[in-house]
């Protein structure tokens, strides 16, 4: 048992005082140190846009007049894990919600993405940015520190043989394995110093900036993102040490490492990519969607509308604004709103419509996504990243269980509006207030008014929108969008984390092999 | 043919490898060059070669300075090193063939590459092997053949025979004293002192980069070489 | 002589296993690269009914007559042309905006249109210049990291040195055999991906897409000329075969991933760009300026919320420039890099680029003014009409109600660069690249010569 300690201890000195070692150490430092605080402020550039649209959407929220028009934009908190791993960029940070559309992850599009006159917020955003690839700590870790491993280990056993210490190494009485164990936690202690560092570092950035403050479940996801990077570390460690035992010469193995790495790296999850796209074509959404519009256009110019009385505004349109449905009578709103009662269902109808194809296509595009995670299941940077984001809560699983929330939530809000929205839209705030109606009385106030101050004086101030109070909505359920559980994004992580223990443990297994059996 | 004129090398890390040296071998003489391990004898050779530049003197092969026109002086010698290394995953053949090219000929054609190889005792089965999976005594003996078949005047050898077996090294002396009859200048630095003693002409003895003694045939004839040269070592 | 060499290390590499395993590794991936854009080019070009004709659709009536009185006041959508060559370098084709929104008497965003799934793509779909970027700037380090340190080492730099060729022949020789085996590896794996296109047929190539085609082969050789020369001269430098590959791998990854990915961190160093509160401020602060006192009439009116609209226009597209210019600082601080500077060449060849969308937008400015003139003339041509156009009120405008011609100002024309313009938009980066190569030349060789032969004794 001595003899490994003395190993180890042996290793780590070895490592720790070496170039490469130092070199590694003071590239993933200033790496994670200068991303780090990059993506702190993003972060925190990101959370103060989150609590500005919340506000701003909640106050919309209570300036509803109709029930027909209440759309709820959800707002999605930024999750501080983001940071380690910003995942991909046209994630959404609203999720719009409404009686005539079901959220689905197709509706993400970036934010920000538009470059205009209008816009709220005191950091500046910049979508041309985009087209710079990000770099985050998963990138750094599965990228950088992943070669760094290759380094350290990659001459560990061909080196000594050309040096001649392997015979002095192995005339001691020390098992070949345990020299293995040794050698392996060694270089294991000496790949995890840059990487304990560097998160330490950050969190001490984040302590002193104040920017970020994490909930006792966003330490816990940090102390498995953690554990995570330790066993993909390990993982590369094992490889490395499994090829230096086959390379006949520390150079070789060298190669045929980075060899490895890049196919790993960059050469199956770019073929995955590929290949699945065409395993799993996408469904043509906008082709489906027309065709499900165009037949509800056609049943929806079935629908007969035979209007009772005269009105003052000519159209009747849905979307001309909303002055067009002021100044109605009685009897003619209740005839709409039986009209109504027939058209509603319908729009609801094609909403639930929309939902199926993009639902369907958002499955096409999972199947296309699982496809490309099976194709490259066997390189252990993909699974790394695929931890990563799931832990970070910024992979498409994390986003589609808060759009199946925000879907949850459109249901009850259904159950609360379709009564009220079925069988009254614009038009029964008329009924609600009857100094808006043409009676007689209000016809002859008005047109007395008009010949005084001109016929501006109608939409100015008889059907002027702004008179309508705004509805009552407290009974109204109120959306609450959080980041998902840990507990769930473990779950994701679960899977690509035991292959990666089963990748590592196959290295480690084919290496003592390969040692036992090691011509000294 | 193949001459030193006060050469003199000290490495940068301040080693004075070689301090005026004075060598002069004429055309049909063969010239031992004994010494220690690290006399600086590879360092002589290196010096001709122009692998490394002197500090001071002159190199001169065929009367062309070796410094300053090493491609000319280049042209008239003939280069075996002290372990040779060819191209592994290339054939016996392709190797000479290579060589042969570099060295300014390219009118041969296998049959000669092969005439070659037979005369420096290859066996016929390895001509179009890899080079890889050659002994070291193949090796060297594939380095003799590039060397013949570059036709140089100057022939200048770095412990050629180190690694032989004692036939292979028989043979090899066979066929540098038939160059020698061809008219060829050779410089030879080796431990073998009796294979020396067999052939030499001139026999020189180096110690930390000087040449302590210089002795013909003639004047060796009657003296025990490896008395001398461990007499010169003690001092 | 030189010849001699050259063949020998061709050889050399032509029969190894690197070299076939770079060649199956990059024609597999330039291959599947070229199928997978020839999916999506198509899936582009016919999803998006506006990509296609002029977007003068909103002044068109039901009977397809042009007519004033339907001048949009909320703006109608401009697309940016697709390049054919898009999976060369499809950083900027993607990522960057590619439809302008604009109202005839304004311009009133610039965005990008959302595609389907989007947020399932890769994090970064790997384009052609990406793949060479990466995989045979790798190779250039395998075909040549050992070649000097390994050659002194085994002897045989001393065993070809000691015939009559000149010290820097070897190393020439090296350089260009290393070259030539990545031109060979190059040449069959793009013509392997351009004969998957062609078989595919769905991407439309043209005679000046070759041109563009041979530049970018051209900018690559250039690029993975660099990359031999730094292989050589980490070999030039490593005492053994090791130092040299460990040499090489520091720079490679230096410049391949981390310089070039620092740049978008580098940019948000820059400043120049407002916060989006200020810039409607500033919005807010221009209407102030132009202020419509009571009594104005409606044609007074009409001249002033004109200027308010130009004066809103050269505010967006002075954030716009500004935001370009913070792009801009990325890519100059990622220029660092040769690998950086080749994707920017390689994109500019493809016609894509920050260079390509500044002249989108100004193509779409242009057309835009260019139609609001023609619109003005019609209107002018009408003698019922009485001349006064409203921004933003819809349909209430009071401007000529005939139907009118108005030529050749409705069709918007936006054409991705000639070849002729592309080499001219990549000129810059292909010095650089070009200075790159210089340098590294001169410092491998400077040294190389400068070198003993003889390996240290002990090695
Ligand atoms: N490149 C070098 N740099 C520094 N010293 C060297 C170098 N090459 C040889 N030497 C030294 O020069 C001396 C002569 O070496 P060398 O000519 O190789 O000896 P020999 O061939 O006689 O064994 C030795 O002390 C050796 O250590
Ligand atoms: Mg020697």
């Given at each position: 048992?001595?003899g490994i300690?003395?190993i ?7 490592n ?17 140190g ?6 702190t402020l ?6 103060q846009?989150y609590?500005a649209?919340?506000?701003?959407h ?6 509803a007049?109709?029930?027909?028009t ?20 046209d ?8 009686p ?10 970036g934010s920000g993405a538009t ?12 979508p041309?940015l985009?087209v710079?690839s990000?770099?985050d700590?998963g990138?750094i870790?599965?990228?950088?520190m ?16 050309e ?9 001691a009485?020390?098992?070949r ?5 040794g050698?392996?936690c ?10 304990t ?19 006792p ?6 102390a ?5 990077s330790i066993l ?13 035992l086959f390379a ?5 193995g060298l190669?045929h ?17 590929y ?13 489906l969607?027309?065709?499900a519009?165009e037949?509800?256009?056609?049943a929806?110019?079935n629908?007969r ?14 979307y001309?604004g ?7 009578t009685?009897k ?6 039986e009209?109504n009662?027939i ?9 639930e ?9 958002q ?7 699982e ?5 490259d ?24 269980r ?7 939530y459109?249901?009850?809000l259904m159950?609360?509006?379709r009564?009220?929205?079925a069988t009254?839209?614009w038009v029964?705030?008329v009924l609600?207030?009857?100094e ?14 008009a010949?005084k ?5 109608f ?9 309508v109070k ?11 969008l ?9 779950g994701?992580a679960?899977?690509p984390?035991?292959l ?17 059996r090691?011509?000294? | 043919?193949?001459?030193a004129?006060d ?9 004075l490898?070689?301090?005026?040296l004075?060598?002069?071998i ?5 010239y031992c060059?004994l ?8 360092t002589?050779?290196?010096?001709f070669?122009?692998?490394?530049e002197p500090?001071g003197g002159?190199a001169?092969?065929?009367?062309v ?22 191209y ?8 000479l063939?290579?060589?042969t090219?570099?060295?300014g000929?390219?009118?041969l ?5 092969y ?9 016929e ?5 890899r080079?890889k999976t050659?002994?070291k005594g193949?090796?060297?003996k594939l ?24 036939k292979?090294g ?25 294979r ?10 180096m ?14 004839m ?7 040269y ?5 001092v | ?6 063949r ?5 590499h032509v ?6 395993v ?6 597999g ?10 999916a999506r080019y ?11 004709p ?7 009536d ?20 697709l390049?054919p ?5 499809g950083?900027?084709?993607r990522?960057f905006p590619?439809?302008?929104?604009v109202?005839p008497?304004?311009?009133?965003s610039?965005?990008?249109e959302t595609?389907?799934?989007?947020a399932?793509?890769p994090a970064a779909p ?9 995989i045979?700037?790798?190779?250039a380090?395998?075909?040549?990291y ?6 002194r ?5 001393a ?21 030539l ?7 069959f ?7 998957t ?8 190539l ?8 041979s530049?970018?082969?051209g ?5 993975l000329s660099?990359?031999?020369l ?42 120049t760009?407002l916060?989006p ?13 132009y202020p ?11 001249v ?7 004066a ?19 890519e100059r601080f ?11 060449a390689a994109?500019a060849t493809a ?7 500044i002249?989108?937008?100004d193509?779409?400015?242009?057309y835009r ?23 933003y009120?819809c349909g209430?405008?009071?401007f000529?109600?005939?139907n009118v ?17 592309s ?6 980066d ?5 200075v ?5 030349f ?18």
């Open positions: 048992m001595t300690l003395d180890i201890r042996k290793e780590l000195l070895i720790l005082l070496s170039l490469r070692f130092i070199i590694g150490l003071v590239v993933v430092m200033l790496l994670i200068l991303v780090g605080y990059v993506l993003d972060y925190a550039s990101r959370r846009a609590i649209a919340a506000e701003q909640s106050r919309a929220l209570e300036d007049k109709v029930y027909s209440i759309k709820v934009e959800m707002d999605i908190p930024p999750n501080p894990l983001s940071l380690l791993s910003r995942g991909s960029k994630l959404p940070v609203t999720i719009t919600v409404s005539y559309h079901v959220p689905t992850i197709l509706d993400a599009s470059i205009s006159l209008d816009g709220t917020g005191d950091l500046p955003v910049n041309l985009r710079f990000s770099i700590v990138f870790v599965g990228m950088i992943s070669l760094f491993c290759i380094l350290l280990v990659f001459d560990s056993f061909s080196g000594e043989k040096q001649g210490t392997l015979r002095v190494l192995l005339s009485p020390v098992g394995l345990q020299l293995l164990a050698k392996y060694g270089a294991l202690l000496s790949a995890a110093t840059p990487l560092a560097g998160l330490l570092l950050l969190v001490i950035l984040w302590n002193i900036s104040g920017l970020v403050t994490l909930t479940a966003d330490w816990l996801g940090l498995c993102m953690y554990a995570a993909y570390l390990a993982c590369f460690l094992a490889l490395g040490i499994l090829i230096s006949e010469e520390s150079v070789t190669v490492q980075l060899l490895v790495w890049v196919v790993a790296g960059i050469v199956l999850p770019a073929g995955a990519g290949v699945a796209e065409f395993l799993h074509p996408i469904l043509p959404e906008t082709e969607i027309r065709e519009d037949n509800y256009g056609r929806y110019s629908v509308y035979q209007q009772t009385e005269g009105s003052w505004n000519v159209a009747y349109t849905d001309a909303p002055e067009s449905f002021l100044g109605i009685e003619e709103a209740l005839n709409r709103v009209y009662k058209i509603f269902p319908m729009k609801f109808a094609l909403a419509e929309h939902f199926h194809i993009r639902d369907a296509v499955r096409s595009l999972e199947r296309r996504e496809a490309r995670n099976s194709l299941a066997i390189s252990p940077v993909a699974a790394y990243g695929r931890i990563v984001r799931a832990l970070a809560g910024s992979d498409i699983g994390s986003y589609r808060t759009f199946a929330a925000a879907r949850n459109r249901e009850s159950e609360y509006l009564p009220k929205v009254a839209a029964t705030r609600d207030q009857p808006l109606q043409p009676t007689k009385e209000n016809m002859s106030y008005w047109n007395e008014r010949k101050e001109g016929e501006d004086v939409l100015k101030e008889w059907w002027n929108w702004s008179r705004p509805l009552d909505l407290s009974a109204m359920p109120r959306p609450n959080e980041v998902p559980g840990l507990r769930e994004r473990l994701d679960l899977f984390c035991a990666l223990m089963v990748l590592t443990a196959g290295f480690l297994v084919m290496a003592g092999w390969k040692l036992l090691y011509p000294a | 043919m193949i001459q004129v050469l003199t090398k000290r490495y940068e890390d301040g080693n490898a070689l301090d005026h004075n060598l002069n004429q055309p049909g003489q063969i060059l010494g220690a391990n690290g006399a600086g004898k590879t002589t050779i290196n010096l070669f122009n692998f490394i500090t002159t001169l092969i065929n009367g300075d070796c410094t300053k026109d090493p491609i000319g002086a280049k042209r008239h010698a003939a280069y075996v090193s002290e372990n040779v290394m060819l592994g995953n290339f054939t016996a053949r392709q190797n063939e290579f060589f090219r570099l060295a000929r390219r009118e054609g296998k049959e000669d590459y005439m070659v190889m037979r005369q420096v005792g290859l066996p089965r390895s001509f179009e092997n080079v050659f002994s193949m090796r060297q380095g003799i053949a590039i060397a013949i078949l570059k036709q140089a005047p100057a022939l200048i050898l770095d412990e050629p025979t180190s690694g032989l077996d004692p292979a028989a043979e090899f002396m066979e066929l540098l004293t038939r160059l020698r009859g061809e008219g060829k200048a050779i410089l030879m630095s080796t431990h073998d002192i009796f020396a003693r067999e052939v030499a002409d001139v026999v020189g003895i110690k930390e980069g000087v040449l302590i003694m210089e002795k013909s045939r003639e004047n060796l009657y003296e025990d070489l490896e008395k001398i461990l007499k010169y070592m003690e | 002589m030189i010849a001699t060499l050259i020998r290390e061709f050889l050399e029969t190894s296993l690197r070299l076939s770079l060649l199956i590794m990059t024609t991936l330039l291959v599947t690269s070229a199928a997978y854009f020839s198509d899936s582009t070009t016919t999803q998006s009914p506006f990509v296609r002029g977007a003068s659709q909103g002044l068109v039901k009977d397809g007559k042009t007519n004033l009185m339907m001048a949009p006041c909320t703006g109608f959508g401009l697309h940016r042309a390049s060559l898009g999976f060369l370098a950083a900027g084709e990522e590619d439809l302008v929104m109202a008497h304004g311009l009133k610039i965005q990008r595609k389907t799934g989007e399932f793509e790997a384009d052609w210049a990406y793949l060479i970027g990466v045979l700037s790798f190779g380090g395998l075909l040549t050992r070649s000097v340190s390994g050659e080492r085994d002897g045989t730099l065993q070809v040195l000691a015939n009559p060729v000149p010290k820097s022949m070897p190393l020439l020789a090296k350089y260009l055999a290393a070259l085996a990545l031109a060979f590896v190059l040449t794996a793009m013509a392997s991906g351009v004969l296109l062609i078989i595919l047929g769905k991407v439309p043209g005679g000046d897409d070759w041109m563009k085609l530049l970018f082969w900018t690559s050789i250039l690029y660099f990359f031999v730094l292989g050589l001269l980490s070999s030039v430098a490593g005492r053994s075969p090791m130092m040299s590959a460990a040499g090489f791998l520091l720079n490679w990854t230096l410049l391949v991933f981390i310089i070039p990915n620092l740049g978008g961190i580098i940019a948000g160093f820059d400043h760009v916060p509160r200020e810039i409607s401020a500033m919005e807010q602060a221009i209407s102030a300026r419509e006192p009571p009594g104005t009439t409606l044609q007074q009116s009409s002033i919320m004109l200027e308010r609209e130009d809103s226009e050269a505010l967006l597209i002075q954030h716009f420039h500004a935001m370009c210019g913070q792009v801009g600082t990325g990622a220029r660092l890099s040769p690998s950086a500077v080749y994707a920017y994109e016609g894509g680029g920050l260079p390509r969308l002249q989108f937008v193509n779409a400015v242009r003014k260019g139609l609001f003139q023609a619109m003005l003339d019609a209107d002018r041509s009408d003698p019922s009409s009485q001349h006064i156009y409203i921004p009120r209430g405008n009071v000529s109600p005939r011609d108005l030529g050749p100002a409705k069709e918007f024309r936006d054409l991705p660069p000639s070849s002729g313009e080499l001219l938009a990549a000129m810059w292909l010095l650089l690249l070009g790159y190569n210089l340098l590294a001169a410092v491998a060789f400077t040294w190389f010569l400068r070198q003993d032969v003889a390996a240290l004794p002990g090695e």
